[in-house]
């Protein structure tokens, strides 16, 4: 799961991706997941190029291909049960499975590494303010910054509470395994309404009446977004060519 420190640790380092404009990198994004997803099944390897830039675009980031392999990771367990299930289809419908398969799997994978490179290279503040920028509400934005924030401070709090329970000895038989594990998460649960309590108190003594502060800002530089021209470019070649 995502922490506090995950939500920034990336994205304050320097590189030409990193210093692109947060509304120019949000519509590439957006724009290559949509090219992404609307490959048809049986041009897979239209996926390749994709996956290239992708590649190229994370080591210009300098991300490191650990923190990416981590949160690629989170499909595993899916593609493993649909590689598992691939002996069971008939065998006159398993190629045309075998090709589905792959095509779920490489857009899955590709999209997910999207996200990531956006998230690791973009403070979440600045994918508010280019969501907000280009016509996103502003309730929608607030709600999304909350979400990460919120989920980040519950995953460190968890993970201090298992370091707790790890520090107090090892927790022996099934039972009583999950005995432990429904009272942390019962006391977890009643930190979480504790902490929301709190915060919309301090968002009170603040000023805070309902609406949201706009987060627009300037308009993006003339450079940034030839960028992205030359990049959506890039992002729709695969697609011309095999209309051609």
Known sequence: MISAADLHTHAK?????????????????????AAILITPVAHNVRLAPYAGLLVTLAMLARLPLRWLLARAAILLPFLIIGALALPF?????????????????GKCLLVLLTTSVLMGTTPVVDSLRAGQALGLPRTVTALLGFAMTYLATLTDEARTMVTARDCRGRVRGTCRAVTVAASMLRTLMVRTFERAQRVALAMVA??????????????ARAGHVFV????????IAPHLTGLL
């Open 13 to 33: 380092l320097r590189s030409p991706v990193h210093h692109l404009d947060a509304r120019v990198k949000l519509v590439c994004a957006s724009a290559l997941v």
């Open 89 to 105: 289809v008939a065998a006159d419908l398993r190629v045309e499975a075998i090709a589905l398969y792959v095509s779920i799997a």
């Open 206 to 219: 603040r000023g805070y009446n309902g609406r949201m502060p706009d987060l627009r800002r300037a308009p």
């Open 228 to 235: 992205g021209v030359i990049f959506i470019a890039l992002i």
